[in-house]
């Protein structure tokens, strides 16, 4: 419908025609609502995109539950693998595109966008294409009969992503629903929903079957938990907060018992040890909290220095951050942009000024930037204790304490003292002190010697309450299957 496409362009004069209409059975509709997507840069409008209620979920549900039992089952793994490569051709090629409309809608610097974002869902559908037609069972040894097993689709899958990294995590969840020979309902984040339907429009002139993915808007209490709880919907993949991950489990449970992976929150700790290459640590220090805006579930928010360099990493660090550029996400040398949204910048604010009544010091920032959007200056608190609430609560902003430890055990009792578990650093040379420390920490990841480097064919998720399954690498491909168990007598008596 082209009623459905809003024209508009950059502050630097990028043209685009951003498509705003619910993505269903290969075309888009208008939904029974609409919301408001704001830039976050400047707080002012993009467009109003539509928005799924239940009736919608189950038209999209309903497609992909057609597309399953008709055409894509029916379609060879090397065909489905085809459409992947294909859709990871169209990415390439409207990369710029695809990253203009991913820093307008969410924030993130455009270099970021062109080089990491729109480059990463390209790179994992790629990977999990090769996988399509590795997807297979054994045979097993039984005595008098033959026994195989066989990797078979789930059914219907619902990804929801979040707001964070909306087009790579499109791509950690189509990619390994797609290979396994699913098919899918995304529900995008109603802050940034703008690229995953350029990914729509692509999707369709990759030449997938209708049906086979389908991507709405909406409500996570709306559009998110309809989804959760739909009887024909045989999975949910959620990547978001853990409170919001507790619903959908909930809802996946009081329903019929899907298959759930989530992707939650955390709390990381980032340990440097006194023997580290300070300036090393520094970078990745920097990149482990503030890459984003801070706004990564991962991110490297308690850095605990051994006391003997504390002071010295102190200021480096504070050199180090003072000398990045915060401002115009359009801009090519723009680190840091604006938080996503007025919501997202008043929560990190209030958390600012918990710290400072609760006694912590803000060794730099703690303010707004500028005069419109919401920017957030990058803010370092030291004097901390373990029971502040900046200590032990998620932030999910570019806010980052740093504190003193004296040994190997001091230090692990912090770091190990939270509900969370889903990434942690080590800086040392000392090898076995790294493989010690890593093996003893209690987390999905765990980095050494650098920081929130993930990889397309390495496992990500969490321990404890930073979510439960994996995602990337093959490790991702047990949550979209389903094995099934053919025994064939061959001399058995009854």
């Known amino acids: 419908m082209s009623d459905l496409i809003v024209e508009t362009s950059t502050p630097k004069g990028y043209k685009l025609k951003l498509q705003t209409g619910l993505f269903i059975n290969n075309e888009f509709v208008a939904g029974s609502d609409t919301i408001e997507t704001i830039n976050p840069a400047t707080g002012k409008l993009i467009a109003n995109v539509q928005a799924a209620d239940e009736k919608f979920v189950d038209i999209a549900v309903q497609a992909a539950t057609d597309a399953f039992h008709g055409p894509w089952r029916k379609m060879s793994s090397l065909e489905r693998a085809a459409l992947m ?94 290979c396994t020979g699913n098919t899918v309902v995304v529900k995008t984040s109603e802050m940034t929903p703008l690229s995953a339907l350029k990914i729509a ?20 209490a709306i559009t998110g938990d309809a989804l959760a709880r739909h009887m024909k919907v045989a999975k949910v993949a959620f990547t978001g907060s853990t409170g919001v991950g507790r619903s959908v489990m909930k809802a996946a449970a009081e329903s019929n018992l899907k298959k759930v992976t989530l992707e939650l929150g955390g709390k990381s700790p980032n340990i440097i040890f006194d023997d580290a290459d300070l300036d090393q640590a520094v970078r990745w220090a920097h990149k482990g909290i503030f890459f984003n805006h801070g706004q990564c579930c991962c991110a490297g928010s ?25 401002g115009d996400p359009h801009d ?18 209030k958390y600012i000024e918990s710290g400072k009544e609760q006694g912590a010091t803000c060794y730099m920032g703690g303010n707004r930037w500028g005069n419109e959007g919401y920017f957030i200056e990058p803010t370092v608190f030291t ?47 000392d090898t076995a002190r790294a493989i010690d420390v890593s093996n003893r920490l209690a987390a999905g990841t765990v980095w050494v010697n650098c920081y929130n480097e993930l990889d397309y064919n390495t496992p990500f998720g969490g321990f404890r309450q930073s979510g439960i399954g994996r995602e990337n690498g093959e490790y991702a491909l047990d949550n979209y299957i389903q094995v099934k168990t053919v025994k064939i007598n061959v001399n058995r008596k009854p």
């Open 383 to 429: 004097d901390v204790k373990e029971d502040m609430t900046i200590v032990r609560e998620e932030i999910f902003g570019p806010v980052v304490t740093v504190s003193k430890f004296n040994d190997v055990d001091d230090v692990l009792n912090m770091a190990l003292d939270t509900e969370y578990g889903l990434a942690a650093a080590v800086f040392t040379k």
């Open 302 to 326: 308690r850095i605990y220095v051994q006391a003997s360099i504390h002071d010295e990493f102190l200021r480096k660090f504070k050199e180090y951050t003072s000398q990045t550029k915060l």
């Open 332 to 349: 090519d040398d723009t680190f840091q942009g604006p938080q996503v949204s007025q919501t997202q910048f008043d929560r990190i604010m």
């Open 201 to 220: 429009q692509l999707v369709v002139e990759a030449g997938f079957p209708p049906g086979v993915v389908n991507i709405i808007t909406g409500y996570g």
């Open 85 to 178: 490569f294909k859709l990871a051709d169209l990415i390439d090629r409207d990369n710029e595109e695809l990253s203009q409309i991913e820093t307008l809608d969410n924030g993130k610097g455009i270099t970021f966008s062109r080089l990491f974002d729109a480059k990463q869902i390209a790179i994992s559908l790629r990977y999990f294409a090769g996988y399509a037609d590795k997807v297979h069972g054994k045979v097993i040894d039984t005595e008098g009969a033959l026994s195989y097993t066989r990797h078979e689709p789930i059914g219907v899958c619902a990804a929801i992503i979040p707001w964070n990294f909306p087009l790579m995590m499109l791509g950690w969840k189509l990619g390994p629903a797609l």
